[in-house]
């Protein structure tokens, strides 16, 4: 094996260790990060009802189940919807890794429902 060969099988496996070190190091931070809440509201009354939603509704608890999974967060706020109980924003932004989305709901009707 010449010389120069040796240099470029060493370069070769040092970048491949630096590889696996950063992605175990990266799995690890990530395995011990608490979990955040993907379906979330700033208003108290509305966190409320989503606590309660995930208690008391199967389909609701898959619903956020299948959020939870994604890069996702779903921000749920207070507002006028043109006739309806709720509706999405027709916006979608990204933070870092993650992409944001808005749902509306209007708390001047009945919020059981």
């Known amino acids: ?3 120069g060969s040796h240099s470029s099988s060493s370069y070769t496996f040092h970048a491949a260790l630096l590889v696996v070190v950063t992605l175990a190091q990266t799995a690890a931070a990530a395995q011990s ?4 809440p993907r379906v979330r509201s700033e208003d108290p009354l509305i966190a409320q009802l989503i ?3 995930r208690a008391m509704s199967a389909t609701f608890r ?9 890069n996702g967060i779903v921000y749920v706020q ?3 919807c ?3 109980k709720a509706c999405l924003a027709h916006s979608l ?3 870092g890794p993650h992409r944001i ?3 509306i709901i209007s708390t001047r009707r009945d919020l059981r429902d």
């Open 82 to 84: 043109r006739g309806a």
């Open 51 to 53: 606590a309660d939603a």
């Open 33 to 36: 990060s608490p979990t955040i």
């Open 62 to 70: 898959d619903l956020v189940a299948a959020i939870d999974a994604t």
């Open 93 to 95: 932004q990204l933070a």
């Open 78 to 80: 207070s507002g006028q």
């Open 101 to 103: 989305l808005r749902v």
């Open 1 to 3: 094996m010449t010389r």
